[in-house]
C-alpha cells in the first residue's frame, strides 16, 4: 500500500516557493497573481475533469463486466434474449464514451502503466483470436479463470475492441440467438461457437474494468472531499491486491493527481505551475488532438481505396468499425480537450477558475480558440450526420474536420507556447 502526503503542507510550500519567485525581471507581485490563477485552474481540472471523468469511466467498465458475466450465464442456461443485448449496446456505449472523453489526458496513469495500448488498440487481430475461440482449453480457462486466462488471447484482441467486435455486427448489436450453445460465427475461415465468444468478452471486459480502476486509482488520492472516495478505495484495494498493479508514481509516492497538484513543490515533477499548464495543453489536449486529425481520420481517409480483406489495408485502421461509432469516438475526444480547457467535465462554457479564463485574464487572445474548438465539434457533429466513417471514407466533410482538427492544433500550442513565457 502506499504512503500518504500532507496536502496541507504541499500547499503551504507551493505558496512559499511562489512568493520567493521573482520570475526574471517580472514584477514579483504580478507573477504571483499568474502562478495562483495557473494553480487554481490546475485545482479545478483535475479533480472536476479528470477525477469525475475517470470515476465514470470505473463506474461503467464494472457495469459492462457484470452484464457481460450476466449475459454469458444466461446465454449457457438459454434465457438470454435481445433486449439483455440491447442493454449490453447501451452499457458499451456509455463505456466507450468515457474513456474517448479521458484521451486529453492520456499524459498520465494511461502513458506510464501503458494502460492505453492495453485496452484500445486496433485493429483487432481477428485471426488469431477465432484460432484461440476454436480451442476448447482456451475457452474453458477463460470461463473459469476470466481476465486470469486474458494472456491466452494476445494483446490485438484486447480491450474495448475486442468486446465491440463480439458485440456489433455491421453497426448493429448481435441478436441473443447467435450466443446460444448451437450457435457458430465465421470468423477468418474458422467456424467459432457464439458462446465461446461471449465467454471470451466477459473475461475481456474483466480485464478492461481492473485497468479502468488502476486509472481511476492512479489519479484520485481518495481522501481527496469528492464524490468517488469510497469507491476509490474499494477499487485501489483490488488493483494494489488482487490485480497487483501500481497505483503510485515510481519515485515520489502520489497518485498523478497529487502530483500535478503538488505542482513548484519538493517532491513533484513539475517544477512551475508553467510547465504543468503546458503539460496539460501539449502533452494532453495538443496530443489527442493531433491523434484524432492525423491518425483517426487521415490515415484511412488519405489512403487509396484498397481490399478491404487486406489485414494491412487502411480501413482496417478506423477505430470502432464494428460499432459505427468511430466519429463519435473523434468527437468525445474533441470534448475532452473542451472539458480541460473549460475546467469541468460536461463544461459549454469556461469556468472562473480553469485554464481558458487563466489565459483570458491575464492577456491571450482566447478568441480564435474558442472559435477553431467549436469548428472542431462542429466539423464532427456533420461527421456524425454522414452515417458511419467506414461507410463514408472519402467524404469531403472528413476532410473539413482534419483542416478544423489541425487548426484546433495548431491554436492550442500557440497558447502553449504563450504560457511558457510567463
Known sequence: MRKRINLIAVVAIAAALCACNGGGGKNPADLSKEDAAMKAAVEQYVPGVIYDIYGKLADETEKLHEGLQDAKAKAKAGTLRDADMEALKETFFGAREWWEKSEAFLYGAASAYKID??????????????????????????DEDGSGAIGLVGQD???????????????????????SAISVDQIAGYSVSGLSELIFAAAVAEDLMGYCFELQAAWDPEDYAFAYDEEVKTRRAYVE????????MDGNDMTFGENLMATATLGSTYKAWTTAVNAILVAGCSNICNEVANTKLATAHNAAPADPNDVNAPVNYIESPYSKRSFHDFKDNILSIQYSLYGKNGADAPLKNSIFSFLDTFGYDVKPLKSRLEAAVSSLDDCIALGAFVDNLNDKKVDTAIDAINALDEELNKAASWVLER
Open 241 to 248: 491486491d488482487v490485480l497487483e498493479l501500481p497505483t503510485a
Open 117 to 142: 495500448p492495453h485496452i484500445d488498440s486496433w485493429p483487432l487481430d481477428k485471426k488469431a483470436l477465432a484460432k484461440n475461440l476454436v480451442n476448447a482449453s482456451v475457452v474453458s480457462d477463460l
Open 157 to 179: 484482441a484486447l480491450g474495448f475492441h475486442g468486446i465491440e467486435f463480439i458485440l456489433f455486427r455491421n453497426g448493429a448489436v448481435r441478436k441473443a440467438s447467435e450466443f
